[in-house]
T-cell receptor
Framework: DSGVTQTPKHLITATGQRVTLRCSPR?????VYWYQQSLDQGLQFLIQ???????AKGNILERFSAQQFPDLHSELNLSSLELGDSALYFC????????????FGSGTQLSVL | QKEVEQDPGPLSVPEGAIVSLNCTYS??????FMWYRQYSRKGPELLMY????GNKEDGRFTAQVDKSSKYISLFIRDSQPSDSATYLC?????????FGTGTRLKVLA
């Protein structure tokens, strides 16, 4: 168990809908990362937060947004969902802003029908 | 050109074999090199990390970095069926933390 908690584990929804994925980092970790993993794209970096502030942005669509709250948990919001958004979404955390060691949650499997 | 290139495999080896997994990267600004193991539908877990050229050993695993060639490797000795997983290399050193696409490994009993 990495200590990173992601909910829900599975999410099934329809095109055009909006969903929220939640992540609680390991105790003491200030940095949260979001990744999308699909079969043909590998692990794609979406966004990173450190202590409530956005630190880095990857290939995150405008339909997606995230935030990190004062208690350090993070939420990833996906809106106007499309079939192609179906993927595993992982959250990872680390102690530092720039850290070589990431600890991953077990992921949220999103299926858009 | 992708910043990290990794052969996707799949790679099948008999139990007890030595496995070599490799990645190349393009940007010399990256300073830290990691290997993660991911079992099917699970989150990746950190296996090893290093920041210098040369070898780093941990049990049956050896990570090797050649910064001059921008080449990183993971060797698994005496491979076991429980090593069957996808192995992802990762690099960082800026605000980017980039993963390779992963190599699927199957160790046959």
């Amino acid at each position: 168990d990495s200590g990173v908690t992601q909910t829900p584990k599975h999410l099934i929804t329809a095109t055009g809908q909006r969903v929220t994925l939640r992540c609680s980092p390991r105790s003491g970790d200030l940095s949260v990362y979001w990744y999308q993993q699909s079969l043909d794209q590998g692990l794609q970096f979406l966004i990173q937060y450190y202590n409530g502030e956005e630190r880095a942005k990857g290939n995150i669509l405008e339909r997606f947004s995230a935030q990190q709250f004062p208690d350090l948990h993070s939420e990833l919001n996906l809106s106007s969902l499309e079939l192609g958004d179906s993927a595993l979404y992982f959250c990872a955390s680390s102690i530092l802003d720039r850290d070589e060691k990431l600890f991953f949650g077990s992921g949220t499997q999103l299926s858009v029908l | 050109q992708k910043e990290v290139e990794q052969d996707p495999g799949p790679l099948s080896v008999p139990e007890g074999a030595i496995v070599s997994l490799n990645c190349t990267y393009s940007n010399s600004a990256f300073q830290y090199f990691m290997w993660y193991r991911q079992y099917s539908r699970k989150g990746p877990e950190l296996l090893m990390y290093t920041y210098s050229s040369g070898n780093k050993e941990d049990g049956r695993f050896t990570a090797q970095v050649d910064k001059s060639s921008k080449y990183i490797s993971l060797f698994i000795r005496d491979s076991q069926p429980s090593d069957s997983a996808t192995y992802l290399c990762a690099i960082t050193g800026t605000y980017k933390y980039i993963f390779g696409t992963g190599t699927r490994l199957k160790v046959l009993a």
